[in-house]
């Protein structure tokens, strides 16, 4: 089992661009979460998906869309990327109410 | 709302020495608490939970952690220190939503001085 992947693993954009980014789970996970993670701020939750066909706002939604493809996927997308948006992003994944399984993270630089 | 505190953004200890990593949360209903280590250019990884029962929680990598509800406390500890054990690590707390949400606090880095 590969367990939570995401790709792409680095990624540099322009102010501006658009793109996606993909996180996937082989682990049967009902919820999906994506993260963020800055210096000193700890994770923090831009969206989740509490199960397939449903996504909800959490701490940092602003700048950022979700789908839930399916039960496996669950995909980021930046609109109009911004220098704020410079982060590690994290995708994780769980079952009920317990341990979230994180993948390897995505870094993104806007410039 | 449910909040998380580490205290301390950095921690210096010797090899040998004893590793505290303290972390106090508010919680309005009982909750569910983690301990998460990060280890450079990774993702996070679980070190250990409580959910109910004995509020004496051991981990992996020789880690533990109590959970003291008076204090509203779950610092994590190790008898010894390891190089190895250099990283981030990460308290968390269940939302109280029941959605499985985690608020997490905002890290502890590690430092293991030979």
């Known amino acids: 089992n590969a367990g939570v992947t995401q790709t792409p693993k680095f990624q540099v954009l322009k102010t501006g661009q658009s793109m996606t980014l993909q996180c996937a789970q082989d682990?049967?996970?009902?919820?999906m979460y994506w993260y963020r993670q800055d210096p000193g701020m700890g994770l923090r939750l831009i969206y989740y998906s509490a199960s397939e066909g449903t996504t909800d706002k959490g701490e940092v939604p602003n700048g950022y869309n979700v789908s839930r493809l399916n039960k496996r996927e669950f995909s980021l997308r930046l609109e109009s990327a911004a220098p704020s948006q410079t982060s590690v992003y994290f995708c994780?994944?769980?079952?009920?109410?317990?341990?979230?399984?994180f993948g390897p993270g995505t870094r993104l630089t806007v410039l | 709302a449910q909040s998380v505190t580490q205290l301390g953004s950095h921690v210096s200890v010797s090899e040998g020495a004893l590793v505290l990593l303290r972390c106090n949360y508010s919680s309005s209903v009982p909750p569910y608490l983690f301990w998460y280590v990060q280890y450079p250019n990774q993702g996070l990884q679980l070190l250990l939970k409580y959910t109910t029962g004995a509020t004496l929680v051991k981990g992996i990598n020789g880690f533990e952690a109590e959970f003291k509800k008076s204090e509203t406390s779950f610092h994590l500890t190790k008898p010894s220190a390891h190089m190895s054990d250099a990283a981030e690590y990460f308290c968390?707390?269940?939302?109280?939503?029941?959605?499985?949400?985690?608020?997490f606090g905002q890290g502890t880095t590690l430092q293991v001085k030979p």
């Open positions: 682990m049967n996970h009902n919820s």
């Open positions: 994780a994944g769980q079952q009920g109410a317990g341990e979230q399984f």
């Open positions: 968390a707390v269940s939302d109280s939503s029941n959605t499985g949400k985690l608020i």
